[in-house]
């Protein structure tokens, strides 16, 4: 994979990570429409990669309201671990339980069978798309009095749930939906924000690890056969950088739309581009 290539899916993975519109949708899309296969084991790592870049973006972005929301006392911290530990639970089990579903319909207990194989399906993308974009529209348009000022246990329990849909569903944009998800429970668009980009920093770790582990399984050897790990490293670390520069950019423009009640446009956006994604699909790609 040439470098520009990286680069250029650097940019789109961080404009749009940290907005509504699914990023692996888009990266997917562009990986293919540059001849290349989103399925395999070094395009999925290069992806967790260029989550990795955004996952600091929100880091360096969030952290000064993060402070002042959970960290304002021990006890609010210890509530705050708890509700992001409980939601990450659940996700945990809403999408693991989805993937051994999928992987077990999809493929009828084929062997060696992923969820990874269907990542490049157009078709399943732009179903996705479609309805996260209804949900977007739902949420953006639902008039909200009296907000609730915190993110309860029960919506934090749901907001997980919905997460966890969004692990084995490309295009079924995580930040979109559980965003969402919060504003349709009643929650304040600031607070629903800071937690859904909590819940982001929780979970990127564990899934970089997977994938890591994943494309040694794919070596001949952990460290040798094939391609080495520190050349597909390295070119990666630079796409991390790159995302990470585009999503501080991303996370600007989408507080100053939720701020503005613009939400409802992104999913318009997903709505158009469920259409697009479609109709490339129809052709064969």
């Known amino acids: 994979m040439a470098m520009f290539q990286i680069l250029l899916l650097a940019a789109v ?11 692996s949708a888009h990266v997917i899309v562009a990986a293919k429409l540059m001849g290349l296969d989103p399925t395999t084991p070094e395009m999925t790592l290069l992806l967790v990669m260029l989550h990795t870049g955004t996952m600091f973006a929100v880091i360096l972005f969030f952290w000064k309201s993060w402070r002042a929301s959970f960290f304002t006392s021990r006890r609010q911290l210890w509530k705050s671990c708890r509700l992001i530990l409980v939601a990450t639970a659940l996700t945990g089990v809403v999408g693991l339980g989805l993937k051994a579903a999928i992987e077990r319909i999809a493929f009828r207990g084929a062997p060696h069978a992923e969820i990874e194989m269907l990542f490049g399906n157009l078709g399943l993308i732009a179903a996705s798309l479609a309805a996260v974009g209804v949900l977007i529209v739902c949420a953006g348009l639902k008039r909200t009095r009296g907000a609730r000022p915190e993110v309860g246990t029960l919506e934090a329990l749901i907001i997980g749930a919905v997460q966890g849909l969004c692990l084995p569903l490309r295009g079924f944009s995580r930040s979109g939906a559980t965003i969402s998800a919060g504003l349709l429970l009643g929650v304040a668009r600031e607070r629903v924000e800071e937690f859904s980009f909590a819940l982001a920093v929780v979970l990127t770790p564990p899934v970089i690890a997977r994938e890591a ?7 001949a050897a952990p460290l040798g ?9 390295f070119p990666s670390l630079c796409g991390m950088l790159f995302s990470f520069l585009a999503g501080l ?4 423009w989408l507080s100053s739309w939720l701020e503005k009640g613009l939400w409802h446009y992104f999913g318009y956006y997903c709505l158009a581009a469920s259409l697009a994604v479609f109709a490339l699909y129809r052709i064969g790609m």
């Open 213 to 219: 582990l994943r494309l040694m399984k794919a070596q």
């Open 249 to 252: 950019l991303a996370l600007r």
């Open 13 to 23: 993975q961080g404009a749009a990570e940290l907005l509504p519109v699914s990023s």
């Open 225 to 233: 056969g094939g391609t080495h790990l520190l050349d597909l490293f």
